[in-house]
C-alpha cells in the first residue's frame, strides 16, 4: 500500500529563518510525487510535481527535490505570507489505476 | 488558467435534505475529481470520472451519489447525510487519468455542514 509521512507536523518560523520541510513516502510504481499549498479552508494550490530522483524545482523562496524515498521543500527566507499548510502527494500505480495518496502535511507558520 | 469553479461556498443542510454540488472546469480536462476532507487531514479520494464514465469509487455511502453531465460539469447530489459527513469537499481535474503529468488542479471547495 502506499504510504505519504511528512515531517514535522507544524514548523515555526522567525521572518527570514529557512527551513526544510520532508516527505518520505513509499509506492508502487512511482508516477509523480506533488508538492501542493493549502490555506486555511481552501483547496490545495499545485507547487512542484517531480517525476525522478535527482530532480529539483524552484520557484521564487521554494525549492524542492527528490530522491528514491523522500522529497525536501526547502524554504529560503520565508516571508508571513509563505504560512500555510504545505501537502505532499504521490501518485502510484496499483490496481490498474493511479490515484494521488497524500500525507498529513506540514502546517508552517511564519512570524514577522 | 488552471481554475476549477466549485459552487456554492458553503452550505447547510440537515439530515433529510437534497442538495447537490457543482462544479467546472474550461480547460479540457478529461478527468475530474471528487474528494473529502476532514479539519486538519489530508485529502481523501471519493469518486474520479474519465472521459465522462465513472472510473473509481472509493466505496462510498450510497448518500453520496456523483453525476458528469458533460465534460466540463461535475456534480455530486447529497442525500440523507449524517453529520459525520460535514466536511469541506473539493472537485479537482487534470488532463487525463494516467501518466506522471497529469496534475490535478483542485477548486476552492465547498464547506459543508450537515445538522
Known amino acids: 500500500e502506499d504510504q505519504v509521512t511528512q515531517s514535522p507536523e507544524a514548523l515555526r518560523l522567525q521572518e527570514g529563518e529557512s527551513s526544510s520541510l520532508n516527505c518520505s513516502y513509499t509506492v508502487s510504481g512511482l508516477r509523480g510525487l506533488f508538492w501542493y499549498r493549502q490555506d486555511p479552508g481552501k483547496g490545495p494550490e499545485f507547487l512542484f510535481t517531480?517525476?525522478?530522483a535527482g530532480e529539483e524545482k524552484e520557484k521564487e523562496r521554494l525549492k524542492a527535490t527528490l530522491t528514491k524515498k523522500e522529497s525536501f521543500l526547502h524554504i529560503t527566507a520565508p516571508k508571513p505570507e509563505d504560512s500555510a499548510t504545505y501537502l505532499c502527494?504521490?501518485?502510484?500505480?496499483?490496481?490498474?489505476?493511479?490515484?494521488?495518496?497524500f500525507g498529513k502535511g506540514t502546517k508552517l507558520t511564519v512570524n514577522p | 488558467d488552471t481554475e476549477v469553479t466549485q459552487t456554492p461556498k458553503h452550505l447547510v443542510m440537515g439530515m433529510t435534505n437534497k442538495k447537490s454540488l457543482k462544479c467546472e472546469q474550461h480547460?479540457?480536462?478529461?478527468?475530474m475529481y471528487w474528494y473529502k476532507q476532514k479539519a486538519k487531514k489530508p485529502p481523501e479520494l471519493m469518486f474520479v470520472?474519465?472521459?465522462?464514465?465513472?472510473?473509481i469509487n472509493e466505496s462510498v455511502p450510497s448518500r453520496f451519489s456523483p453525476e458528469c453531465p458533460n465534460s466540463s460539469l461535475l456534480n455530486l447530489h447529497l442525500h440523507a447525510l449524517q453529520p459525520e459527513d460535514s466536511a469541506l469537499y473539493l472537485c479537482a481535474s487534470s488532463p487525463g487519468l494516467l501518466g506522471a503529468k497529469n496534475i490535478q488542479y483542485f477548486g476552492a471547495g465547498t464547506r459543508l455542514s450537515v445538522l
Open positions: 517531480l517525476y525522478s
Open positions: 470520472y474519465s472521459y465522462e464514465k465513472l472510473s
Open positions: 502527494a504521490v501518485r502510484g500505480f496499483q490496481g490498474g489505476s493511479e490515484k494521488l495518496v
Open positions: 480547460m479540457g480536462h478529461r478527468a
